[in-house]
């Protein structure tokens, strides 16, 4: 009863039935560690779990922020990670180019890679954590979403092989790679009215927008200077927008020492990876 009320009070408050149930379900996992069959069956509930879940679900429902933020935790690969208001909330979306990255590691033997603009460390934390003899270098612009990719490698037992450092971009990273992998911000700044208030009101923008029209402004910072970082052979690869592979596929061309560009969709047939290999 007292959860299809709650179910009732998002529905009521304009969210859809399957948005509840997700939610629902997220909270008392990573806050009560409670699963459905165990409310269901009355089974290790907490003191205080019905009073704590509805202040939760209340702030949610309430000001539209993420529930997410909200309890500070996120799902990526099916693993748990930090998250605050300062980094962008893994998307699964992301998951593709994580599984993408992994068969190219393995294919041609990858030992390290460098990740722009980190964020959670969810990238780079999952790559290391499917491939136990890869190193990493993951670099954010931000201090704060750089302790929180600290905070991940800590709880998810990679910090030996990941070296996390402030840097616009290249700027401080050390070294030359096999690999290099973003999700950089592709958003153009002017879409921003047309977005979710959860994603518009309440993730850094720093992640998420551009200044440019087409949003390719990073990209294009990123493919011009990825070779002076990139082995011989190495490849770069990227989370790009539903309507950017023409305009990657053109950046890559427009530098002549990259071959062998791919592009790859997601489960809504939007395109979603990009790749292209150095020399």
Do not use: W
């Amino acid at each position: 009863m007292f959860r299809n009320k709650l179910i009732n009070d998002y529905i009521t408050a304009g969210f859809e039935r399957e948005t509840a149930i997700s939610e629902l379900d997220f909270v008392c996992d990573v806050v009560f560690n409670l699963t459905p069959v165990d409310i269901l069956l009355n089974k290790n509930i907490p003191e205080n779990f019905e009073e704590e879940l509805k202040k939760i679900i209340t702030k949610r429902i309430t000001t539209k922020r993420p529930v997410q933020q909200i309890v500070g935790r996120a799902y990526f690969m099916n693993k748990v990670y930090k998250v605050s208001e300062d980094v962008l909330i893994p998307r699964p979306e992301t998951e593709l180019l994580v599984l993408k990255a992994e068969e190219i590691i393995k294919k041609h033997k990858v030992k390290n890679f460098l990740d722009i603009g980190t964020g959670t460390g969810c990238i780079a934390i999952s790559l290391l954590e499917l491939c136990p003899d890869l190193k990493a270098q993951a670099v954010d612009i931000s201090g704060k979403a750089l302790e929180i990719a600290r905070q991940n490698s800590d709880e998810h037992r990679v910090s030996e092989r990941l070296t996390l450092k402030k840097s616009d971009l290249f700027s401080e990273a050390e070294g030359k790679f096999d690999l290099i992998i973003s999700n950089p911000p592709y958003i153009p700044i002017k879409d921003k009215p047309s977005l979710q208030s959860e994603v518009r009101d309440f993730e850094p923008e720093t992640a998420l927008f551009t200044n440019d029209e087409e949003g390719i402004e990073v990209y294009k910072k990123i493919i011009a200077q990825a070779p002076n970082y990139l082995n011989n052979g190495g490849y770069l690869m990227f989370e790009i927008g539903y309507n950017q592979s023409e305009l990657l596929r053109e950046l890559f061309e427009v530098q002549k020492n990259y071959s062998d560009f791919e592009l790859i969709k997601d489960l809504s047939e939007n395109d979603r990876v990009v790749f292209a290999r150095l020399g």
